[in-house]
């Protein structure tokens, strides 16, 4: 199959909590850009070869998802550091795991996992390739 992920887009509350959980606590960077197609000031935060734009509830950006709602995404991050590695950091910043660590499956096999929320609630797993 010829196709693979680029981006998504999170709907958030407010742009500088969700920036600064996904830079501070997750360690993405972020990226700002001029839309091509509007020349807006667009903020998006990027790790790999991936990036999650992110869309103000207030004011997000078209074409959009029919109904953006913060709290909606639900995704799995693989990540090379350690599952215990991160539940020291999220305990350290008194941030509470929702579930784990857990045995599922992944899209290439087993995975261990926890989960967390960001602060529009969305589900964060992350995984560790078994």
Request: include cysteine; proline fraction near 5%.
């Amino acid at each position: 199959m010829s196709l693979f992920i680029d981006h998504v887009v999170i709907t958030v509350t407010d742009l500088n909590k969700s920036i600064e959980f996904y830079t501070k606590v997750l360690g993405m960077h972020l990226h700002e850009f001029l839309s091509a197609t509007d020349n807006i000031q667009r903020k998006s935060l990027k790790f790999g070869n991936q990036k999650i734009n992110l869309h103000e509830v207030s004011k997000p950006f078209k074409p959009h998802a029919k109904s953006p709602k913060p709290g909606s995404m639900d995704m799995c991050l693989l990540s090379k550091e350690k599952i215990e590695d991160w539940i020291i950091k999220f305990n350290n910043l008194h941030i509470k795991i929702e579930e784990g660590p857990v045995q599922k499956t992944g899209a290439n096999g087993p995975i261990k996992s926890i989960y967390v929320r960001d602060p529009d609630q969305n589900l964060i797993e992350i995984s560790n390739q078994i």
